[in-house]
Each structure stands twice: as C-alpha cells, then as structure tokens.
C-alpha cells in the first residue's frame, strides 16, 4: 500500500517535471489571437456628405490584427449587412490552406447576410506589415485594415530598434455609394466616377471641405525614430507619398525586409506595403505629409492630394505646416529608378530563394479593349484580358471544385502564351482582338513544386498603363522589368537572381514588362489579378490551379466545416 503511493507520488513528481520541460521548451512565441469581425453599416461623414459605409465592428479603416511570427490566427466573420461578404488577407501565404484565403468564387462562395465563418491560419515564415481588405465588388472601398506582424520573441528587426510605430493607410472615398456608382458604370460600360478623396486612415486631411478634422496626425518627438507602415489600400491609384523636410529610410516591402536606402519619396501601388523609419531630426514644427497619384499615361489623372501632420510635441495646431514636394503626376524616371532601388535584404537570417533554374515559362500579355455594346453608352464596353482572355467569374468556388473534382466549373486550359505574338509595346492597336468566349473560367494548372517564370507585358491595345499585379498564396522574385517589348534572347541576362525584391504585389511598368519567379510549393486554386478595382472589374485576372504534392502532407488541407456555401 505505502510503496503504490509513493510511486503515486513518484509519478506526479514525474508529470510535474515533464510539464515544466515542456512550457520552457514550448516555442514561447506560439499563441491563438482571436478576433470578431462584426461586418456593419455605419453613418460615416466625410466632404460635408454622410452616408451609410459598411465597415467591420464599425470602424473606418477597420481594426488592425496584431499576430507574432508562428501565430495561429482565427477571425470569425459575422455579416451583418445586406452585400455578400468575403475577406481576403493580402500577402498571407495560407500554406495548403486556401479555405482561408478569401477572394468570393475563387477560394470560397462569400458569406450571406446573417452568417458566420472563420478565417482560421497559421502565420509561417512571414513577419512585417500586411492587409486585410473585402473581397468581393469594390467594398474594399470602406472594409479594410493593417495587418501587423511582429518577428518572433527575441528577435529584433534588422534595423534600429524604432521608438515608436505607426499604420498610415492610404485609401480612396466616394461621396455617394460606391456600389451603386460600380453599378452604374457596369450598365453605361464605362468607368464609374472616380473618387471624391484620398484619405489618409480614412482621413483626407485640410484640402478638402469640410476635412479640418478629418486630419490624421502624428505626434512625434525630435530626435526619436519612428517607423511609418504604410499601406495603399486606394482601389485605383498608385501613389507618392512624402514628408516635408524628412528622409524615409525604406527597410520593408510587402512583409519583406529589403536594404535600406533613403528617398524623400515613396511610391506605392494598390496592394503594396512598404515600412518607412523615419527620425524626427528637424526643427520642431507641424510638416504634411502628403499622397498623391502617381500615373504616367495622357488620360485624366485623378490629382487630389490627401494630407497628414507630422507634428512635433508642443508645437500648437494654428501652426500651418510646410509641404512636400512631390515628383510631378507623371515622372516615369522617378517610378523606375524607385523600384530600381529595391533590393532584397538577402542575409543567412534572411535568404532570398530566388528559383535559378525554371520549369515553366509564361508569359501574359496585358490588354485594354471595348467589346460591342448596344445598352452602353458609348455603344462598347471596356473590357480587359490576359492573353487574350477576359476571365469569367464562376458561380461555385473554384477551389472547391477543384478539391471535389467537380467538372463543369472551369477549365484547366489557360495558354501559356498569347495566341499571336505582336508588337506589343508600337503603336496604338484600335482594333480589338477577340477575346475568347467561354463561359467557364480558364485556370493555368502548374505542377506541385514546379519553379515558374512569368513574364507580364503591357500592350498598347486600346492605350497602356501601368498595372500592379497580386498573386495570392505566394510571394514572388521580381527578377527584371523593363520598358518596351520583353526580348526573350536577351532581357533574362540582366535578370537579378541575387537579391531581387521579394513581394506579393508588383506594377507592371506603361508599355513595359515584369519577370517574376517563384516555386509552386503551395498547392489549391490561386487568384492573380491587377489591384486596380477598375480592371479586376473589367477582367484582368486568371487563377492558377497548382497541384497536391506527394501524400497528405503537401496537399490541400480538408475544407473547414464552415465553409459558407453557395
Ligand atoms: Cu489584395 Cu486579390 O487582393
């Protein structure tokens, strides 16, 4: 009797141990952050006009998510409104796990009105500023915030320690409401109205009317250093930005650290991230900080300029601040000499994988054009396509047809080319090439693990411009980009396949070419798109179908139960 409880003892003396060992070497930085998206409409006022906005848990911009390198994050998404509801988290790599990758009828059907789901992922192998926007129409308009993530414990940046840090969310605002404005420009064929404001975390600050307090500013101390996240969530501009008087020191893109460099301007497409420190080393005073569009084709320029105060403690608010200046609307050289500059960090700490032989080579061109349209306005429609190819928006997700092999939703047959080569970059191509009429959407399916080479390249059908591109499940290499047409013999030795820029999201110059790489380890159903809400709209995006690896370990994880249905 005595010995079976001493042994009793013996074991719980044992069991304490084992727990002990096992919290010291548990990974301290593992932890579950919860969060609640209440998606409600709110009475928001701006410009003088109130109207109705739908934001998460009333906020505009929404709530930001604060996760550490290694978090399991779960957001539970109540939709609360009359819209259907999806939500994407931008730059998030979702390893095998797309159920949580959010665009509407690409990785999920959205959730109605009245519903709940749960965005449920790990956070791996990323640290540094992200986003979540609404996925679905434009509602991103108002239904958007910051992502944070912080390295793990014990791991400082690799750069000095800021005193303080700060999310600078760049946006757009419409007067009236932007889904019906969306709705009205879809009937007549043309673009709906451009935006009233740029805003700065949802303020558009004193040029406006009525905006006096609609400002954001930013109290800072002399001598302290102080790191800017600043995110371009505008549904169609690409943007400057600058502080009167400062120096920006670059040392992150997309959640990638990069080597630092100063610039007194930073330019910024829609979907981008870009982490700024900033030492408040002049004499104390109120200073803008100012955003502007940023867009180098001869067609209207939306050039409203949103501003912010970078204020010194103790300075008084009669003070009126010095401007910035900016590069002119147009200054091509200064966009590329910007994205010349960046350059991934690339340390044993912080390797750039860059893939350095290539299995599969695409190449997309980008293309404007005007389909007939006898309801239309002008008798077209504007359309957009890749390689020829308007994609067609299915009506059951495309990742569930994909993980149920159900037949009939899409067809795996994207061309890895486009149908005719041309003089992509020469003069102004009026006439429209077809694009192909499906009514299935046509997905490019890449083999598991295979490294991929794309080449995107503007055309000038219709005009060119500049479009920044997204690809979800993934972070890429921008191995070179180049104005004109892409010269397969020779662009590819100018390649950087050292430290080329890793990133989610990156322009395509006016009438120019990127080449981007990156290994298809992450299979399910991965949307690309232009983060221009206006040529999304129109049809510039394609999904790619990569396939399960060997065994259950490298294939799609199984749906979660609460995947809303269709
Ligand atoms: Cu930030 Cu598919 O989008």
Redo the contacts with the bound molecule.
């Keep these: 009797m005595s010995s079976s409880s001493s042994s009793h003892y013996y074991l719980a003396y044992k069991c304490l141990i084992f727990i002990f060992l096992a919290i010291y070497f548990l990974p301290s930085h593992a932890a579950v952050k919860n969060y609640q998206f209440d998606i409600e409409v709110k009475n928001v006022s701006r410009l003088c006009h109130a109207k109705p906005i739908v934001t998460v848990n009333g906020m505009y911009p929404g709530p930001t998510i604060y996760a550490r390198e290694g978090d399991r994050v779960m957001i539970n998404v109540t939709n609360h409104a009359q819209y259907n509801m999806s939500i994407?988290w931008?730059g998030l790599k979702q390893y095998r796990n797309g159920w949580a990758d959010g665009?509407a009828y690409i990785t999920q059907c959205p959730i109605q009105t009245g519903n709940s789901y749960t965005y449920d992922f790990n956070v791996t192998g990323q640290r540094g500023t992200l986003?979540w926007?609404a996925?679905i129409s434009w509602l991103?308009a108002t239904v958007y915030g910051a992502i944070v993530i912080m390295p793990k414990e014990g791991t400082p940046y690799p750069f000095p320690q800021p005193h303080m840090e700060a999310n600078i969310i760049l946006g757009e605002w419409w007067n009236g409401d932007v889904e019906t404005i969306v709705k009205q420009g879809d009937q007549l064929g043309i673009p709906p109205n451009m935006s009233d404001a740029h805003t700065i975390n949802g303020k558009p600050g004193p040029l406006f009317p009525c905006s006096e307090k609609h400002t954001y500013a930013l109290e800072v101390e002399q001598g302290k250093t102080y790191l800017l996240r600043i995110i371009n969530a505008a549904l169609n501009d690409e943007l400057f930005i600058g502080i009167a008087g400062h120096t920006m020191t670059v040392v992150e893109i997309d959640a990638v650290y990069v080597k630092p460099f100063t610039t007194k301007t930073i330019l910024i497409a829609p979907?981008q991230t870009t982490n700024v420190l900033v030492r408040a080393d002049q004499i104390p005073n109120r200073y803008f900080m100012a955003t502007r569009t940023f867009m180098d084709v001869p067609i209207p320029v939306d050039n409203k300029t949103a501003t912010a105060i970078f204020q010194y403690k103790g300075i008084p608010n009669s003070v009126i601040p010095s401007f910035p200046q900016l590069p002119a609307p147009n200054d091509t050289l200064f966009a590329l000499s910007y994205n010349r500059k960046l350059r991934s960090l690339n340390t044993p700490q912080f390797p750039a994988k860059v893939p350095l032989k290539v299995d599969r080579k695409l190449f997309f061109t980008i293309g404007l054009g005007a389909n007939p349209c006898a309801t239309c306005l002008n008798g077209t429609r504007f359309t957009a396509s890749l390689n020829n190819i308007t994609f067609v928006m299915p009506k059951t997700a495309l990742l569930q047809a994909h993980y149920f092999n159900m037949s009939g939703v899409f067809h795996a047959d994207f061309p890895d080319k486009p149908p005719t080569a041309f003089n992509y970059t020469g003069a102004p191509l009026t006439a429209n090439l077809r694009t192909s009429l499906t009514t299935r959407p046509r997905l490019s399916k890449i083999a598991f693990n295979s490294t991929v080479e794309l080449v995107l390249q503007d055309t000038n059908l219709l005009s060119v411009e500049s479009h920044p591109f997204?690809l979800?499940g993934y972070n890429f290499f921008v191995v070179g980009t180049g104005v004109g047409n892409f010269d397969t013999l020779r662009d590819p030795a100018k390649f950087n396949l050292i430290d080329p820029p890793e990133r989610n999201?990156v322009g395509v110059p006016t009438g120019g070419w990127t080449a981007i790489r990156f290994r298809a380890d992450n299979p399910g159903v991965w949307?690309m798109?232009c983060?221009l809400e206006l040529h999304?709209g129109w049809g510039l995006k394609v999904a790619f179908e990569v396939e399960n690896g060997p065994g259950p370990e490298y294939s799609i994880l199984p749906p979660p139960k609460d995947l809303p249905p269709c």
């Design positions: 994407h931008h665009p986003w926007h996925h991103r979907g997204h979800h999201t949307f798109h983060h999304t």
